[in-house]
Nanobody, 122 residues
Framework: VQLQAYGGGLVQAGGFLRLSCAASGGTFSRNVMEWFRQAPGKEREFVAGIGWRGQSTKYGDSVKGRVTISRDNARNTVYLQMNSLKPEDTAVYYC????????????????WGKGTLVTVSS
């Protein structure tokens, strides 16, 4: 499975962005899709995950209530809507895939896409 994230950019605090991640190869609907982020000097952090049919979602504590993950299996794409952005949300955001629900650690992901940079100015 090849993944490509896009949609990052520079936004002011309080603003919003929608990230997308397009998948190719494999069977998209058989993969749990997740978003992670990594800020300079920090470990990669779980942001959000969504089950195979979108029936289940989970969010990291630092973004809960401000982000929404969704997927469109017909388009092989997963989205991350981010609202009320804060400077501490600045990071490279990565999408990832794995077969099993309940894996929220980066080391458990099977596939990774190249990241997209989100910069939130104060």
């Amino acid at each position: 499975v090849q993944l490509q994230a896009y949609g990052g950019g520079l936004v002011q605090a309080g603003g919003f962005l929608r990230l997308s991640c397009a998948a190719s190869g494999g069977t998209f609907s058989r993969n749990v899709m997740e978003w992670f982020r990594q800020a300079p000097g920090k470990e990669r952090e779980f942001v959000a995950g969504i089950g195979w049919r979108g029936q289940s979602t989970k969010y990291g504590d630092s973004v809960k209530g401000r982000v929404t993950i969704s997927r469109d299996n017909a388009r092989n794409t997963v989205y991350l809507q981010m609202n009320s952005l804060k400077p501490e949300d600045t990071a490279v955001y990565y999408c990832a895939a794995n077969r099993d629900w309940g894996n929220y650690e980066a080391r458990n992901m099977d596939y990774w896409g190249k990241g997209t940079l989100v910069t939130v100015s104060s």
